[in-house]
């Protein structure tokens, strides 16, 4: 999946939003780093009795930004643990990422974004 978005180790194209198509980090600003990391799901399924327990998946594929200024368009959720969760600055969908409060480096999960110029049709995206 990952292998034809990568050049010198860095995105070889811009990244954007999923659902809205949002610039969030311009091409060969990320670092590819593979990375075993939990992120909460998107979109929480609810299933378990707990309405608590936050649902997670692995995700192993991320662009490592070393500067939280590099991003062009991405906000930054309440601290949680020693980290505050990336979500995209227009359409507040995320999180897409997470930014490690002890080191200072952010973490763009690559399968939770687009990559490349064109328009994404957002009925596509949503699923």
């Known amino acids: 999946m990952c292998e034809n978005e990568i050049l010198n180790n860095k995105?070889?194209?811009?990244?954007?939003?999923?659902?809205?198509?949002?610039?969030?980090?311009?091409?060969?600003?990320?670092?590819?780093?593979?990375?075993?990391?939990?992120?909460?799901?998107?979109?929480?399924?609810?299933?378990?009795k707990d309405v608590n327990t936050i649902e997670t998946e692995e995700l192993v594929d991320f662009w490592l930004v070393n500067d939280m200024f590099i991003f062009e368009n991405v906000g930054?959720?309440?601290?949680?643990g020693k980290r505050k969760y990336l979500i995209c600055a227009d359409c507040d969908m995320g999180p897409v990422g997470y930014h490690d409060i002890a080191t200072k480096k952010c973490y763009l999960a690559m399968q939770r974004v687009q990559h490349g110029n064109e328009l994404v049709?957002?009925?596509n995206a949503l699923t």
Request: glycine share 2%.
């Open 11 to 48: 995105n070889k194209q811009n990244v954007r939003c999923r659902y809205c198509n949002s610039l969030i980090l311009r091409k060969e600003q990320g670092e590819y780093l593979k990375l075993q990391i939990d992120l909460p799901l998107m979109h929480q399924k609810n299933t378990t």
């Open 121 to 123: 049709k957002i009925e």
């Open 76 to 80: 930054f959720s309440n601290t949680v």
